[in-house]
């Protein structure tokens, strides 16, 4: 594997692309699970762009981007590996 600077950060933004194009159907309603009433908002919001996702996260505020990154992070591992194929 390479010796990289950018590592932790490709290995981020690599998560991201893939999550945009095979996100879970249900990923709103994990991600907040612990805030009923910013499901259906996020959920309206989310259809109303036509099921965007980079629409989406540049229409959410700090902290709630925040919270779809973090969860996309921990939760999200069905990207294409960067270094040894898949899975």
Do not use: Q
């Not at 805030?35 to 996260?57: A, C, Q, T, W």
């Not at 996309?72 to 294409?80: A, I, K, P, Q, T």
């Amino acid at each position: 594997m390479e010796d990289c600077k950018y590592l932790n950060d490709k290995y981020a933004i690599n998560k991201w692309i893939f999550f945009t194009f095979n996100y879970p159907y249900d990923f709103i309603e994990r991600c907040w699970s612990d805030e009923p009433m910013m499901v259906s908002h996020i959920r309206e919001k989310f259809n109303s762009y036509g099921g965007d996702m980079n629409r989406l996260y540049c229409g959410l505020d700090k902290i709630n981007s925040n919270k779809l990154l973090e969860w996309v992070l921990d939760n999200y591992n069905s990207e294409r590996k960067l270094y040894g194929g898949l899975g």
